[in-house]
């Protein structure tokens, strides 16, 4: 017998019977090695069930930062962070937010358009993008919102202009990394929550300090919620941010920690994909179905448009899931896409002759 620990047998045969584990067995799940044969195996048993549940399918989001500022959420992960940044601020112009829109729809394959912020962010500013990106993408693709806290009157503005769903997290550290409030961050899932928006959330920004229990009493403020979406993402070590002194775990840790992430998540009736952060074929073996295609600024970047530094383009997405195996694409209205190497290649080429 491969599994020596009945009580990991016993957490992950429960897990195929529907049941999520515990707090407590989530952080025993974690304190494996990355490299051991139990990491694997419960890396593997998230992957399948996963995918059984989804038809094998996966989706592809695309990110739009809109505009930069020195951000007085002051992270120290973050390259926008108003006491070490040193981006210079700028706003996309329509014309720029339009092209970047058109090259994210252009193949109608694109679940969802996420338009980000900085913490304090003007409202008019969003709401022109929102409606320049509704008028652009066709119906199958959702608009969603990453921006900082927000009252429930303005979410309810949001969902009326077309909105579907936000992006927030109450981070690791959140208070001490971070000069935001965990309560706020709280307050703002739950604000969204109540303006019939869905919610998206993410463990992060995972670092080497953290440990098993940390890991787990953050991703559990989104289960508790009746998220949409989990994830999980990697403190990348910006040069500069005060926090890049602690370097990276690696991807297989990552990818173990998103496969638990999965199998506490996915009773939760309202969860549907979950995200990796930054995309890695790893992860995408462990569970996670979701991929992110970037352009604008990214908190991860020190270049002011991602799309020419470590953002991903649609079509390296499209390769990377048909590579990972996926049998389909969704789009926004959960329809099908068949994602075959012709599908793949067939992008390549229509973005290379427009
Ligand atoms: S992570 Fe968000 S809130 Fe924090 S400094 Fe960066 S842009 Fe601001």
Known sequence: MLIKSDKLKGILERAYEGKAPTREECVYLLEFEETSMESSMIRAVSNDIIRRNSENSAIILGQIG?????????CKFC????????????????????????????????YGLYLMMMHDYELPVLLNAINISKELSPKTTQ???????????????????????????????EGVDTKLKPEDRIATMDNALEADLELYTCLEPIGPEHTPQMLVDNMFIGI????????????????????????????????????V??????????????????????SYASGSNIITAESGCNPRDTNNDTA??????????????????FDYLRRGDESKIALTKEYVDQCFTNQSEN
């Open 66 to 74: 809109v505009d930069i500022t020195k951000c007085p959420g002051g």
């Open 79 to 110: 390259t926008f962070g108003e006491d070490h940044t040193a981006m210079v601020e700028k706003r996309l112009t329509d014309e720029e937010l339009r092209q970047k829109v058109k090259e994210f729809v252009q193949m109608g394959d694109l």
């Open 143 to 173: 608009i969603w919102v990453n921006i900082g806290d927000t009252d429930l009157d303005t979410f309810k503005e949001l969902k009326k202009a077309g909105v579907t769903g936000v992006y927030h997290v109450c981070r690791i550290n």
């Open 224 to 259: 508790e919620r009746g998220i949409y979406q989990h994830a999980a993402m990697r403190r990348v070590a910006v040069p500069g941010s005060p926090l890049a002194k602690y370097g990276q775990i690696s991807n297989l840790r990552l990818a173990q920690i998103v496969a």
């Open 261 to 282: 992430v999965g199998l506490a998540s996915f009773m939760v009736p309202t969860m549907a994909y979950l995200g990796i952060h930054e995309p890695n074929e790893l």
């Open 308 to 325: 020419k530094g470590r953002g991903m383009d649609m079509n390296d997405c499209r390769k990377m899931l048909w590579e990972c195996g």
